[in-house]
């Protein structure tokens, strides 16, 4: 099952499974470099001083090398991004399929 995973704003202490690894997935989405002084690899960076194309780009990798990294039971089927590139502001949506244990895929 595809599960589309937007940054986070509230935290479940007591998820498990599925959820937990969603919402893992969820606030490697909303951590910037400055915001994890213990664990600097733990980010991702907003460059606001390049063009909107360049910056997704850029930020795309770095996502998913993050997610890759830190939460390795997630596979990323897709990055895209909400927002108003006029406004500035841009939201990364992930698509991601979970593994469970086995390396099956959660179904």
């Known amino acids: 099952m ?8 509230n935290i479940d202490f007591s998820a498990t ?3 937990e ?6 606030l490697i989405l909303s951590t910037f470099v400055i915001s994890c002084p213990f664990s600097r690899e733990n980010d991702f960076r907003s460059n606001s001083l390049t063009p909107f ?3 997704k780009r850029r ?3 770095r996502l998913i090398e993050s997610i890759q990294r830190f939460e390795p039971r ?3 089927i897709d990055v895209d991004y909400l927002g108003d590139t006029y406004v500035g502001k841009l939201e990364p949506v992930v ?8 390396r099956k895929l959660f179904r």
Not at 2 to 9: D, I, K, L, P, Y
Not at 21 to 26: E, F, P, S
């Open 95 to 102: 698509k991601v399929v979970v593994k469970n244990r086995s």
């Open 2 to 9: 595809t599960h589309q995973v937007t940054a986070a704003s």
């Open 59 to 61: 930020n795309t990798a």
């Open 17 to 19: 499974g599925v959820d």
């Open 21 to 26: 690894i969603l919402q893992n997935v969820a």
């Open 53 to 55: 194309q360049l910056v």
């Open 74 to 76: 997630a596979i990323i």
